[in-house]
């Protein structure tokens, strides 16, 4: 009976021991856990990261606005008329702005007599970019006329018919922006004359004068500040 009562001391004393050994075992991997998950101290002897630099896209300019030069004096035109009468500067004006003459004149020279007569008015409102688009809506670009040329090519015009002002339906609905503004809407009788022979036909154009009492007109005269020759911009 003793001989087990000391063998069950025994084997309790054995149990205690590998509880224990248990435990310390836990205790350890669990303090090993918590060091190896604690983040590294920093350094601070250690130099800095370097900052971190957005590159920003340089801000978007708008296009430079390119005004039309402004004539602040017009000059007169050798052959255009000096004349408060509006309806004369404007017959004078369709018929200059249809005739050429290929056999003495190039392309630039005729496109600058057309030039010499348009006066740009300080608002900008009549650019010479459009001088450039009805130009060529009479029918000849710089390529044409240098085959023209060699076809000993001109042409002429007269006024056939005419309307001004009041009597255009379109300038009754949308009268002029300012005393002195005029609009005349002439049909043209064409003729291309070349080698081969002629070639007659009609040809509408709107003419828009410049005169006194206008604060944007010379004192004395009147001047051309447009004209349409494109078919969908004709005044009738």
């Given at each position: 009976?003793?001989?087990?009562?000391?063998?069950?001391?025994?084997?309790a004393?054995?149990?205690?021991?590998?509880?224990?050994?248990?435990?310390?075992?836990?205790?350890?991997?669990?303090?090993?856990?918590?060091?190896?998950?604690?983040?590294?101290?920093?350094?601070?002897s250690?130099?800095?990261?370097?900052?971190?630099?957005?590159?920003?896209?340089?801000?978007?300019?708008?296009?430079?606005?390119?005004?039309?030069?402004?004539?602040?004096?017009?000059?007169?035109?050798?052959?255009?008329?000096?004349?408060?009468?509006?309806?004369?500067?404007?017959?004078?004006?369709?018929?200059?702005?249809?005739?050429?003459?290929?056999r003495?004149?190039?392309?630039?020279?005729?496109?600058?007599?057309?030039?010499?007569?348009?006066?740009?008015?300080?608002?900008?409102?009549?650019?010479?970019t459009?001088?450039?688009?009805?130009?060529?809506?009479?029918g000849?670009?710089?390529?044409?006329?240098?085959?023209?040329?060699?076809?000993?090519?001109?042409?002429?015009?007269?006024?056939?018919?005419?309307?001004?002002?009041?009597?255009?339906?379109?300038?009754?609905?949308?009268?002029?922006?300012?005393?002195?503004?005029?609009?005349?809407?002439?049909?043209?009788?064409?003729?291309?004359?070349?080698?081969?022979?002629?070639?007659s036909?009609?040809?509408?154009?709107?003419?828009?004068?410049?005169?006194?009492?206008?604060?944007?007109?010379?004192?004395?005269?009147?001047?051309?500040?447009?004209?349409?020759?494109?078919?969908?911009?004709?005044?009738y």
């Open positions: 009976m003793s001989q087990i009562a000391r063998t069950v001391r025994r084997l004393r054995r149990r205690r021991l590998i509880v224990l050994i248990a435990v310390l075992a836990a205790l350890i991997a669990a303090t090993a856990v918590v060091f190896a998950t604690k983040p590294a101290a920093t350094d601070s250690a130099p800095p990261p370097p900052a971190t630099v957005l590159a920003t896209a340089p801000a978007t300019r708008p296009p430079a606005v390119v005004h039309p030069r402004w004539d602040p004096e017009p000059v007169l035109a050798p052959d255009e008329p000096n004349t408060a009468n509006y309806k004369t500067l404007a017959k004078a004006a369709a018929e200059m702005i249809y005739t050429w003459d290929a003495s004149s190039t392309f630039s020279a005729v496109y600058e007599r057309v030039r010499s007569w348009w006066d740009v008015l300080p608002d900008g409102s009549n650019p010479l459009v001088l450039a688009q009805e130009f060529q809506a009479t000849v670009t710089a390529a044409s006329f240098a085959s023209l040329s060699g076809m000993q090519a001109y042409r002429t015009a007269t006024v056939a018919s005419s309307a001004c002002d009041g009597q255009l339906a379109q300038v009754k609905a949308h009268p002029a922006p300012w005393v002195g503004l005029h609009v005349c809407t002439f049909t043209l009788k064409v003729t291309e004359h070349q080698a081969g022979g002629d070639n036909y009609s040809a509408p154009v709107s003419v828009m004068v410049n005169c006194p009492p206008a604060t944007n007109a010379p004192a004395d005269r009147c001047v051309m500040v447009g004209f349409y020759a494109s078919p969908d911009r004709i005044v």
